[in-house]
């Protein structure tokens, strides 16, 4: 079902032409195709190792109204909670076992670590570690962990007879956006912590890497997730705004930059938790014991340029005491920066920054007391 190679490859048959609604390729709605749009344009993938255009998604515009009335129908007390069909709690530890133990295969973690790769600059090793770190999440949530995340709590009163009683309550309707530098650990971990407590989300991936988590849902499916407690939506960016105008979600979490969140925070009126983008400072001490680095150079290396800088903690600048200077940190930095290529993606291709827009900021760079430049092969 889920698992077989020719799956990615059926998106080859959507190349760069129009298409009919019954030809184009699934959204996922209350578990059925919902083949409605407005206007059709194809966004072009790039096989990283080979810079050839791979294959070729469909991305719509979306009316808006079926998924604003699936969202309208959950109430605000969720679809279970700890007085309503307790038992889902259950439902959901069940879940988690099972797709824990589909991604333990290895069959399975090599299928997905393959298509991280198809669709994000990065080396097979950091992507496996996206596909361990989601397995590990879903373990950690089986059998009985979920419903113990609902665990309330009392407060004896002033007299006999009241108390204080606390319950771990869902909004009910929610959203979720994510970004594209990690196409399968934040949708998965957000999106289930959402169901664990009863939610009903419309998920909204970064549609240039939105056919991993297409997968891991068919996957979940497969597992037991019932198929009307999640939408999930490939869309631009205006068509989601405006789905969450209409729709006015109980609250929505964002992924993702600075500017989108300041946005959404004034739309959704506070109703939001961000996550967004971070300017990353590294600060070294004066202490410097040659026998540490090799270390400190080794994560700067990893920090800075493991996939491509695109994580949420990746380094933005180091600072380091005058004391570093005297010994081999910076060159060890650069030998381990050159080792990284293209062929094993331990770097990947930049597509949005201009050579001249770098070489500008470079030299503002440089214009900083004590800044120094080293050149790469």
């Excluded at 969202?71 to 988690?96: A, M, Q, T, V, W």
């Excluded at 007879?161 to 929610?174: E, F, L, T």
Aim: proline share 5%.
């Amino acid at each position: 079902m889920v698992l077989s190679r020719d799956t990615i490859h059926t998106f080859k048959q959507f190349y760069c032409k129009e298409k009919s609604e019954a030809e184009l390729p699934p959204r996922l709605f209350l578990g059925s195709i919902l083949p409605i749009f407005l206007g059709l344009f194809i966004l072009y993938l790039l096989r990283p190792l080979k810079l050839k255009r791979y294959q070729a998604l469909n991305l719509l515009k979306y009316k808006t109204w079926a998924f604003v009335e699936s969202l309208s129908k959950c109430p605000k007390h969720g679809l279970h909670n700890p007085f309503k069909s307790p038992e889902r709690y259950l439902l959901y530890g069940d879940i988690s076992a099972k797709a824990a133990h589909m991604l333990s295969l290895p069959k399975v973690s090599d299928f997905f670590t393959r298509l991280i790769q198809r669709v994000s600059p990065k080396s097979y090793q950091q992507a496996f570690g996206e596909v361990y770190v989601t397995q590990k999440f879903l373990e950690n949530f089986s059998g009985d962990q979920v419903r113990f995340l609902a665990r309330s709590f009392a407060v004896p009163g002033n007299h006999i007879g009241q108390q204080s009683h606390g319950y771990r309550w869902p909004y009910g309707p929610v959203s979720i956006i994510t970004p594209f530098n990690f196409p399968l650990e934040i949708p998965v971990l957000q999106l289930m912590g959402a169901l664990y407590m009863g939610n009903k989300p419309v998920l909204k991936v970064d549609s240039k890497v939105s056919i991993v988590m297409e997968q891991m849902m068919r996957l979940l499916h497969h597992c037991g997730l019932p198929a009307e407690d999640v939408d999930f939506i490939n869309s631009d960016g205006k068509t989601m705004n405006k789905l969450l105008m209409e729709a006015n979600p109980r609250m929505t979490l964002f992924t993702g930059s600075s500017r989108v969140a300041e946005k959404l925070a004034v739309d959704m009126k506070g109703r939001v938790k961000l996550e967004d983008a971070g300017f990353d400072w590294k600060i070294l001490g004066p202490d410097v014991e040659e026998w540490q680095v090799d270390y400190v150079a080794w994560v700067c290396d990893q920090d800075a340029y493991a996939c491509s800088g695109q994580k949420c903690s990746a380094q933005s600048i180091l600072f380091m005491h005058e004391n570093w200077s005297t010994s081999s940190l910076i060159s060890k930095i650069k030998d381990l920066a050159e080792r990284r290529k293209l062929e094993d993606l331990t770097v990947g291709p930049v597509l949005t920054v201009t050579t001249d827009a770098m070489l500008e900021h470079k030299k503002k760079l440089l214009q900083i007391t004590g800044s120094k430049h080293n050149h790469l092969r």
